[in-house]
């Protein structure tokens, strides 16, 4: 078990570039084994979810090579076998193996993904998905076994009841090669889902409609390899736009496409943060006198369930009072206890969550609850007087690459320890 130890009330500056997006990263290393030749993945980043996904390739006899964020992945020798257990019930985006083993063997057996908790994250529209391409799917003692019918996978019409990301690429994943023509209504729009079909296309895929919510697919027998650029990610490109509003004396931020972010910069001017937008690059400005505001998160492109938890350090630095309500994930909100151990005035009612400000925070002892709440309490320990000690920070390094390094690099005093209070 490791900590962050940050000593907080620093002015931060200088520049940051973003990594590439790691919720198109976990969808793109499953697509990768469609292949019958190598994938070549660039601008992955080096998190645990990648070495998480790395490993479980290797379990399928899968060849890989990282270094230097880039992946070659090589499914020729691939086999298919039960993953029931170890890392593939480790992280949410497991889940993606479902629709890309039954795509590729006509059958799979994957544990029931884990991640981090959010409040119920049922996958019954991926199996909802599955089911209407002519797979049969049970729930097999916490693991799901899915096998194609005796006619195989047939291309058919999909309706998502709600707008998932992942149940949106699964059916993309799953109905890829399945003879005919394959419509998904509802579907999510997200950047990453574009990535996963662009990855695709140059695989030798037929999919149109990616970034809509109508996609369509024209199953094809072979997929090739190819070599593909992930895009930025977009969460982390946001959770430095709020650190560097919250505690910044002027900092760059590279590697970043506005677009895919246009619901928090509506925001964030919104509440006052001055910043010069640029083709790739988002410069903000040292920001003071901020207005509160209040947030809903909705589908793209709305304002991202994952921004909610960043963003809220910098609300707590706003006059007045607002609220937060998430619509995708309304349990998020384990957040708020660890900010007022710091001395947030904020409180969660009926999944609402409320704030008023501005407030002065002062270090304490906190643990992170899932990925995105880890980065809220990086920023309010960077803004906090004092010593903050961050605990389950195994949550941020899954997604934040380079963390440590990027903020030094800011001039944020920020260590990471092993908890010598777990050694035997």
Same mark, same amino acid.
């Given at each position: 078990?490791?900590?962050?130890?940050?000593?907080?009330?620093?002015? %931060?500056?200088?520049?940051?570039?973003?990594?590439?997006?790691?919720?198109?990263?976990?969808?793109?290393?499953?697509?990768?084994?469609?292949?019958?030749?190598?994938?070549?993945?660039?601008?992955?980043?080096?998190?645990?979810? +990648?070495?998480?996904?790395?490993?479980?390739?290797?379990?399928?006899?899968?060849?890989?090579?990282?270094?230097?964020?880039?992946?070659?992945?090589?499914?020729?020798?691939? =086999?298919?076998?039960?993953?029931?257990?170890?890392?593939?019930?480790?992280?949410?985006?497991?889940? !993606?193996?479902?629709?890309? %083993?039954?795509?590729?063997?006509?059958? $799979?057996?994957?544990?029931?993904?884990?991640?981090?908790?959010?409040?119920?994250?049922?996958?019954?529209?991926?199996?909802?998905?599955?089911?209407?391409? $002519?797979?049969?799917?049970?729930?097999?003692?916490?693991?799901?076994?899915? =096998?194609?019918?005796?006619?195989?996978?047939?291309?058919?019409?999909?309706?998502?009841? %709600? +707008?998932?990301?992942?149940?949106?690429?699964?059916?993309?994943?799953?109905?890829?090669?399945?003879?005919?023509?394959?419509?998904?209504?509802?579907?999510?729009?997200?950047?990453?889902?574009?990535?996963?079909?662009?990855?695709?296309?140059?695989?030798? &895929?037929?999919?149109?409609?990616?970034? *809509?919510?109508?996609?369509?697919?024209?199953?094809?027998?072979?997929?090739?390899?190819?070599?593909?650029?992930?895009?930025?990610?977009?969460?982390?490109?946001?959770?430095?736009?709020?650190?560097?509003?919250?505690?910044?004396?002027?900092? %760059?931020?590279?590697?970043?496409? !506005?677009?895919?972010?246009?619901?928090?910069?509506?925001?964030?001017?919104?509440?006052?943060?001055?910043?010069?937008?640029?083709?790739?690059?988002?410069?903000?400005?040292?920001?003071?006198?901020?207005?509160?505001?209040?947030?809903?998160?909705?589908?793209?492109?709305?304002?991202?369930?994952?921004?909610?938890?960043?963003?809220?350090?910098?609300?707590?630095?706003?006059?007045?009072?607002?609220?937060?309500?998430? *619509?995708?994930?309304?349990?998020?909100?384990?957040?708020?206890?660890?900010? +007022?151990? #710091?001395?947030?005035?904020?409180? +969660?009612?009926?999944? *609402?969550?409320?704030?008023? $400000?501005?407030?002065?925070?002062?270090?304490?002892?906190?643990?992170?609850?899932?990925?995105?709440?880890?980065?809220?309490?990086?920023? &309010?320990?960077?803004?906090?007087?004092?010593? *903050?000690?961050?605990?389950?920070?195994?949550?941020?390094?899954?997604? !934040?690459?380079?963390?440590?390094? =990027?903020?030094?690099?800011? $001039?944020?005093?920020?260590? #990471?320890?092993?908890?010598?209070?777990?050694?035997?």
């Amino acid at each position: 078990m490791r900590k962050f130890v940050i000593n907080g009330g620093r002015k %931060l500056k200088g520049e940051v570039t973003v990594s590439g997006a790691k919720n198109s990263t976990v969808a793109l290393i499953p697509a990768a084994i469609l292949a019958d030749g190598p994938v070549i993945l660039e601008g992955v980043p080096d998190i645990e979810d +990648v070495h998480a996904l790395i490993e479980i390739l290797g379990d399928f006899n899968v060849s890989t090579a990282f270094n230097n964020g880039t992946l070659v992945i090589d499914p020729v020798g691939m =086999k298919s076998i039960p993953m029931t257990t170890g890392r593939i019930k480790s992280m949410r985006a497991s889940y !993606y193996f479902m629709g890309a %083993l039954l795509c590729k063997f006509g059958e $799979g057996v994957i544990g029931m993904p884990g991640g981090c908790f959010l409040g119920p994250r049922p996958i019954d529209q991926h199996i909802k998905a599955f089911e209407a391409l $002519g797979a049969i799917v049970k729930n097999e003692q916490g693991a799901i076994s899915l =096998k194609s019918s005796e006619n195989g996978l047939q291309g058919t019409r999909i309706y998502m009841d %709600l +707008v998932s990301i992942g149940a949106t690429i699964n059916a993309i994943l799953s109905s890829v090669k399945a003879p005919g023509k394959t419509i998904i209504e509802n579907a999510a729009r997200e950047p990453e889902i574009i990535d996963v079909v662009t990855l695709l296309n140059k695989m030798g &895929a037929k999919i149109r409609g990616a970034g *809509t919510n109508v996609i369509r697919i024209e199953g094809v027998q072979e997929l090739h390899g190819c070599t593909h650029m992930i895009i930025p990610d977009r969460i982390e490109a946001g959770t430095y736009i709020s650190l560097a509003a919250a505690v910044g004396e002027g900092i %760059l931020i590279k590697n970043v496409i !506005y677009e895919h972010i246009e619901g928090l910069i509506s925001k964030m001017t919104e509440m006052g943060v001055r910043m010069d937008i640029d083709e790739d690059s988002i410069f903000v400005w040292p920001s003071e006198q901020l207005k509160m505001v209040s947030v809903k998160t909705q589908p793209y492109p709305g304002f991202a369930t994952d921004l909610q938890q960043p963003l809220t350090p910098l609300l707590l630095k706003a006059q007045g009072s607002g609220t937060i309500i998430d *619509t995708i994930y309304p349990k998020r909100v384990n957040h708020i206890p660890e900010l +007022v151990r #710091m001395g947030a005035k904020a409180k +969660v009612e009926e999944d *609402t969550i409320l704030i008023d $400000g501005p407030n002065e925070l002062q270090g304490a002892e906190v643990a992170a609850s899932d990925l995105r709440a880890g980065a809220a309490l990086i920023i &309010a320990g960077l803004m906090a007087s004092g010593t *903050t000690v961050v605990s389950n920070i195994e949550h941020i390094l899954r997604g !934040y690459a380079q963390i440590v390094d =990027k903020l030094t690099a800011l $001039g944020a005093d920020i260590r #990471m320890i092993e908890d010598e209070s777990n050694e035997n």
